[in-house]
């Protein structure tokens, strides 16, 4: 099954949902960054978080990070997204691994650490970024989402997530949603869908028993009528190019561009997202250096 992200509306349109199963883009991320099954788990979450906010943007060129440093042991972990909730991502030290939890499951607030914030910066074409941060609530993430979410988007939600690992590291399920409240809904409604939430199983108990994201809602939102709006394929992407990578090498300038030339005669680049490695030889260097030497005579 593709990953998808699955909208849709409830309550006669008092609730606003979205849903994504996306086992593949976390075992895609899983097999560049070689992680550990709690590293998978908390990279794997925030992938799944993003591609949901991301895919909310919908402009052409707008896109989203997700920024998670908790003083834990797995360090940063940095996820973009683009409008369409393509995602890429990775995380500071994907090869730590933890004693599970007394329930024998991964911990994930462990290894993330509750000492430190979330922040999510949104790209949408203005002459800022809008930047909204809070301090981490459980660093389980879909928790630390929903707190975000109420504070800086002034957005009442519930978010679930969750990555099931297979014996073999690989992931068997990857999957979540966020349910949002519009303005003006009722206590009534607010009351019932807490009681829905609050009965809800796992997303992962849900995909593993191949729930399909239709029937996982239905589930989730029982006793509402849901009005399911779109379907949409997402994914693992990253937009690395060695030209790109070039540019990064100019930006360096003359003097750091001439201390590797020295030291090293090369430069290997490693792109963080996806692990492809540009390799530019001294000729490329010296090139370099001479288009900067042009550079004043084309303004």
């Known amino acids: 099954m593709k990953d998808q992200i699955l909208r849709g509306t409830a309550g006669n349109g008092a609730i606003r949902f979205s849903a994504i199963n996306g086992r ?22 925030t992938l799944l978080a993003a591609s949901l906010l991301g895919n909310d943007l919908k402009t052409e060129g707008n896109s989203l990070t997700i920024r998670i440093n908790g ?29 599970l939890r007394p329930d024998g499951k991964l911990d994930v607030a462990a290894a993330v650490g509750t000492n430190g914030g979330l922040t999510v910066i949104k790209d949408i074409g203005l002459k800022d970024p809008y930047v909204g941060q809070v301090e981490l609530r459980s660093g389980e993430i879909a928790e630390d989402i929903t707190a975000y ?9 519930a978010c679930a997530l969750g990555v099931l690992v297979d014996r073999d590291f690989s992931i068997k399920r990857a999957g979540g949603y966020i349910i949002s409240l519009l303005p003006g809904t009722s206590d009534e409604v607010i009351t019932k869908l807490e009681g829905c939430i609050a009965r809800a199983k796992p997303v992962t108990t849900y995909l593993d028993q191949g729930y399909t994201l239709h029937e996982m809602m239905t589930k989730v939102l029982d006793g509402f009528e849901c ?53 530019f ?3 490329d260097i010296e090139l370099l250096l001479k288009e900067q030497d042009e550079e004043p005579q084309k303004a």
């Open 24 to 45: 593949g883009l976390v075992q895609r991320a899983r097999e560049i960054h070689n992680t550990s099954p709690v590293a998978s788990a908390a990279l794997g979450r």
């Open 281 to 283: 030889t001294h000729e």
């Open 227 to 279: 009005n399911f709006l779109s379907e949409e394929e997402v994914g693992y992407r990253c937009f690395c190019t060695r030209e790109r990578v070039r540019e990064v090498l100019l930006s360096l300038g003359r003097e750091e561009l001439e201390r590797i030339l020295k030291e090293q005669g090369d430069a290997e680049i490693s792109c963080q997202f996806c692990d492809e490695v540009y390799k």
């Open 149 to 157: 979410l109420a504070e800086s988007e002034q957005v009442p939600s």
């Open 71 to 99: 003083g834990g042991p797995l360090g940063s972990i940095v996820v973009v997204s683009d409008e369409n909730g393509y995602v890429r991502g990775y995380c500071q030290r994907p090869l730590i691994d933890l004693p």
